[in-house]
């Protein structure tokens, strides 16, 4: 049963224009929320992250939303680049500080 | 600061050999953890090592294996390889503190024929 899920499996987006990336977990108790690029053949790079007491953090083009009541967050990335063309994963730490990852959603900025 | 290096980078065995891989997180942390990503999957946890101890492990067969030395180096072993072990194989370091994020290598890409 999958804790942390990512249904886009895909997301085509214009250059320029806002990206939202989606992510759903089923564990009220998770309290920290992370969410990492990942380029082809290179390993995940840390974005943003955002604690259960928060509702929003900010960085730069990168947004991250929280609702805790329907357990789902977001990553906005506003305006779209192309070098943002890569997989997102969103993750959740549990109890034993280990990560539980989402299936990632391919995000493709288009010309 | 340096970041997490892995190696090697690339990787050809043949069915039935072992591998041994390696990972040097981050100065300062002492948590390792790894992870498997086959084409088209995400990121299948491993284990992690903290202090040279497994504290975490996800659902491998026993022909994975790992340690942790005192330096914090980690080594990550699979014996009698199978077709479905081709993979980029992933480290990540962390503090392992609440909130902690986890930092990777850019992998090892093992390819068995």
């Known amino acids: 049963d999958q804790q942390v899920k990512q249904n886009s499996p895909s997301l085509s987006v214009q250059e320029g224009r806002i990206s939202i990336l989606n992510c759903d977990y089923t564990?009220?108790?998770?309290?920290?929320f992370l969410w990492y690029k990942k380029y082809p053949a290179e390993g995940p790079t840390f974005l943003i992250s955002?604690?259960?007491i928060k509702d929003k953090n900010e960085d730069g083009r990168f947004t991250v939303f929280l609702n805790k009541s329907a357990k789902h967050l977001s990553l906005h990335i506003v305006p779209s680049q192309p070098g943002d063309s890569a997989v997102y994963f969103c993750?959740?730490?549990?109890?034993?500080?280990?990560?539980?990852w989402g299936a990632g959603t391919k995000l493709i900025i288009k010309p | 600061k340096a970041g997490v290096t892995q190696t090697p980078r690339y990787l050809i065995k043949t069915r039935g050999q072992q591998v041994t891989l390696s990972c040097s997180p981050i100065?300062?942390?002492?948590?390792v953890s790894w992870y498997q990503q086959t084409p088209g999957q995400g990121l299948q946890f491993l284990f992690e090592?903290?202090?040279?101890?497994?504290?975490n492990k996800g659902n491998f067969p026993g022909r994975f294996s790992g340690r942790q030395f005192s330096n914090s180096r980690s080594e990550m072993n699979v014996s009698t390889l199978e077709l479905g072990d081709s993979a980029l194989y992933l480290c990540?370091?962390?503090?392992?503190?609440?909130?902690?994020?986890?930092?990777f290598g850019p992998g090892t890409r093992l390819t068995v024929l």
């Open positions: 990540a370091s962390s503090l392992r503190d609440r909130g902690g994020t986890q930092y």
């Open positions: 100065s300062g942390h002492r948590s």
């Open positions: 090592y903290f202090s040279e101890t497994q504290r």
């Open positions: 564990n009220s108790m998770f309290d920290y």
């Open positions: 955002i604690s259960s």
């Open positions: 993750a959740v730490q549990d109890s034993n500080y280990q990560l539980i």
